[in-house]
T-cell receptor
Framework: GAVVSQHPSRVICKSGTSVKIECRSL??????MFWYRQFPKQSLMLMAT?????????EQGVEKDKFLINHASLTLSTLTVTSAHPEDSSFYIC?????????????FGQGTRLTVV | RKEVEQDPGPFNVPEGATVAFNCTYS??????FFWYRQDCRKEPKLLMS???SGNEDGRFTAQLNRASQYISLLIRDSKLSDSATYLC?????????FGAGTTVTVRA
């Protein structure tokens, strides 16, 4: 299947700093990528849809100025958590679909575990 | 009401047992249905798609009941390696909605 690579896998940062997470589709081009957040024992919650060459679409309740998304190429989307606080500590995960495949299977990155101290 | 509801479990079963659990959903516009598996602190991985006619993949059988809006997963002859959290996932185009997962623990 298609491969999505996410980096870093884990990061610890100080409160008030910003953290950038990268999501790359390695063997296909993805015009759309998705960013999710998962708190312990909860479901993955869609944060935003990243669109190549245009602005991201944010879900209700997600601050676009805090979670900056850039999708500058067909293989790379980045999520920057700005001025991180301890409540932003979570598991962030991206996904993409391969438009060359007829099914709607989502391919996930490995996830980024963010801890804000 | 959550869009996707799952019994969180955990289901603790011995090796070789059969375990089954359901998921209910509220969005009748859902077009595609999946079971994903998520191991602790890892990304979800597709276990199987679910079709209205029901489908089987080895020891795993999935059923979809659109009228009652539920999906089921049955695991036969459980293996230790089946221990994981199973996520019920609905799709509307590329947009996915996830259940919180059902945890299964298979013991020796």
């Amino acid at each position: 299947g298609a491969v999505v690579s996410q980096h870093p896998s884990r990061v610890i940062c100080k409160s008030g700093t910003s953290v950038k997470i990268e999501c790359r589709s390695l063997d296909f081009q993805a015009t759309t990528m998705f960013w999710y957040r998962q708190f312990p024992k909860q479901s993955l919650m869609l944060m935003a849809t990243s669109n190549e060459g245009s602005k991201a679409t944010y879900e209700q309740g997600v601050e676009k100025d805090k979670f900056l998304i850039n999708h500058a190429s067909l293989t790379l989307s980045t999520l920057t958590v700005t001025s991180a606080h301890p409540e932003d500590s979570s598991f962030y995960i991206c996904s993409a679909h391969d438009p060359a495949q007829s099914n709607t299977e989502a391919f996930f990155g490995q996830g980024t575990r963010l801890t804000v101290v | 009401r959550k869009e996707v509801e799952q019994d969180p479990g955990p289901f603790n079963v011995p090796e070789g047992a059969t375990v089954a659990f359901n998921c209910t959903y509220s969005n009748s516009a859902s077009q595609s249905f999946f079971w994903y598996r998520q191991d602790c602190r890892k990304e979800p991985k597709l276990l199987m798609s679910v079709y209205s006619s029901g489908n089987e993949d080895g020891r795993f059988t999935a059923q979809l009941n659109r009228a009652s809006q539920y999906i089921s997963l049955l695991i036969r002859d459980s293996k230790l390696s089946d221990s994981a959290t199973y996520l019920c996932v609905l799709g509307e185009g590329y947009k996915l909605s996830f259940g919180a997962g059902t945890t299964v623990t298979v013991r020796a």
